[in-house]
């Protein structure tokens, strides 16, 4: 029997990864977006229903992050809709340290189907994707982390991660944290991006309010900028500090240093436009 697979954020970092394997498996695949056919926002429930029709699978991502407060509410609903509409496998990404998405992981551990929570931490590609490329290219990331360490992930790694339990048994009731290799700061994180670029990069610690205001200034919204860096400075005290194995334990393979994360992106001239 043909799973049918939603893949809800399908334009992210992690969802169009997840949709492209999928495919190229020549499995089927739907993705969300506003613009989409039928077209998805998680602010208007009544977008919800088309795009669950004759799925099986979900590849569930929230925007803009599981920390907002409105989030819980809407995963929920979401579920539990999933549920009446025969959805028999929810695979949720998560954050690791993060309390708000904790919740969020109970609510879909407890929305009688089949599910796994994919419990990640900081993403390599944030620094090649939209949220830090332009601070890369401009040689200097402001953030406030001061001197903490990161097990930073690669996004291609938690797609792998979440296409093998999306298409293979034996993952159902598992919540995997899913990290890089090893432990770096986000000022070792600038200097392999700037030796595998040929750049000029270096981190520049800023306290939350000075990151906030930098936001708003660049045109986050305010309450979108207030709640990443309140989520910032909350993830980024030290509590993330570890390492595990769940990309080996899954895939069967290490996990993407952040070295080859670094010198594959760079090869990609994304830092050099």
Same mark, same amino acid.
């Given at each position: 029997m043909t799973t049918n697979f939603l893949v809800v954020g399908g334009t992210g970092k992690t969802g169009r990864r997840v949709a492209d394997r999928l495919r190229e498996r020549g499995l089927p695949v739907r993705i969300t977006a506003r613009r989409g056919a039928p077209s998805f926002d998680w602010s208007d429930r009544e977008t919800w229903v088309p795009v669950l029709k004759g799925v099986d699978a979900v590849y569930l991502t929230y925007y803009p992050d599981l920390v907002v407060p409105e989030a819980a509410a809407d995963i929920r609903a979401f579920t539990e809709l999933a549920v009446t509409q025969g959805v028999r496998h929810l695979v949720l990404l998560s954050g690791r340290g993060e309390e708000e998405a904790e919740a969020c992981e109970r609510i879909v551990a407890g929305a009688g189907t089949g599910w796994t929570v994919l419990r990640c931490s900081w993403f390599a590609q944030n620094f090649s994707e939209h949220f830090l490329l332009d601070a *890369?290219?401009?040689?200097?990331?402001a953030l406030p982390a001061g001197t903490v360490t990161e097990p930073f992930v690669d996004v291609r790694d938690i797609a792998d991660v979440a296409v093998k339990v999306l298409t293979e048994p034996g993952h159902t009731g598992q919540r995997y944290e899913l990290t890089g290799?090893? #432990?770096?700061?986000?000022? =070792?994180?600038? /200097? =392999?991006?700037? $030796?595998? &670029?040929?750049r000029d990069v270096r981190y520049v610690p800023v306290s939350a309010e000075e990151y906030a205001a930098a936001a708003v200034e660049y045109g986050v919204p305010e309450a979108e900028a207030? $709640?990443?860096?309140? #989520?910032? $400075?909350?993830v980024l005290d030290g509590?993330?500090? &570890? *390492?595990?194995h769940d990309v080996e334990r899954v895939l069967g393979r290490p996990a993407t240093d952040f070295e080859d994360f670094a010198r =594959?992106?760079? /090869?990609t001239g994304v830092w050099a436009r």
């Open positions: *890369v290219r401009g040689g200097e990331i290799p090893r #432990l770096l700061s986000f000022a =070792d994180a600038a /200097a =392999d991006i700037a $030796a595998a &670029s040929g207030g $709640a990443l860096t309140e #989520l910032f $400075a909350r509590r993330n500090e &570890s *390492v595990t =594959d992106a760079a /090869a």
